[in-house]
């Protein structure tokens, strides 16, 4: 893929942005579906990393400790902080081959993973210091999923809200039943997947397939998976049915 | 005949059988080993049944469902007349699964309703009650629906 190397300038048209509320993923698709050459520095806390946009994918980040995938997974992590233009050099070949679908896919679940011991909780107060160029934070949503602080996280990462834009629904539910995170339609999965989970497990009973670790329902307009974590927690997603879902499987061994 | 044709599932590696139940759950058909009785497929068709009802309760139907356990993977492929469940181990081909699945759908699904039938009449301790089936009402023609690549007409 050739890069914009002779493109190391930053365009200076356009609109100057203060964006609050947006989130990173936000951001990256903004970008993505501007099908922009632009390399962007992001600040958070004391972390600082890079992505590379060109012709409408993200094709090279680089974070403190990793380059690539891993970087823009790590970065897309990162809740609060500042995102502005800026000119690094591009590298010599992309180091990123997934869609930003993708990334975007991966990053949602690992955020969600990482996060799934957590409860939903009311917003508390938040620091309003975004006033900087492209300055992102992430807003309190009525469903929000706080983030316990780990004890050196610096404080600006204390407050995480969840964002799962690429799904129509997402539920959590704990063995008992009760939903423990949810997105969109959630009423109506979590009773679907339970049920369907608890079938799934009594058909595999009787045919002598132990250990249900997970579904796919294929529709005409979407799709369902529904995922038994270690904890014994149930997870449903429904993605539409054309979204690139090759992640999902791979994770969930369906 | 049923089985002949589901036997061809195995050409799949990681196949380790299928087996076909109408849309009331009722057992049609089985290449499975004998440990596999008809009792037991009878009630996973039942359950299979409801698992779609449940899946679908908005409206769509469902193209196909899989499900995996710790080693094995169970496919379910609704088609008019019932659905083909397929056993394999998690390491299935699975493109090469999907497309046995099609062909093997298209020639199944004409013959579950009448399968079906002949499964309930010939296993009645295990199986079905035969009031399950409705007969053909005398006189009238076969009951077998038509399709046209998979869909009723």
Redesign the interface.
Known sequence: MPLPADRNAVDDDGFRVSLEGATLPDFVQMECLAQSNRIFRITSGHRIGYLFFNKGQMIHALSGDHVGEPAALEILKWRDGSVEPCNVGWPDAPTIHSTWQNLLLLSAQARDESGRHKLVSFPGNRSASATASGTLRSDPTPLVKREEPAMSAPPSSQSQSLSLAQFQAFVRLDPAGNIVSAKGDAEELAPVAAYAARLAELIGNMLGMEGFSSMECSFPKDRVFLHRERSGNLVALKVPADADVGALRERFGV | MITQILAGMRDVDGVHGSFVVTKSGLLAGKDLPP??DDA?LN??GR??V??HD?????G???????????????YLRSVPNGFLCV?ST?AVNTPALKMALTLTSRRVDPLIVDAAAAMSAGSPAGGPRTSDVPPPPSGAPSRRQATYRGHRV
Do not use: P, S, T
């Open positions: 440990m596999f037991v009630e996973v359950r299979v409801r698992l449940g899946l679908c309760a908005e769509d139907d469902f193209d196909h469902c899989v499900m995996r356990f710790a080693d094995h993977k169970l056993l998690n």
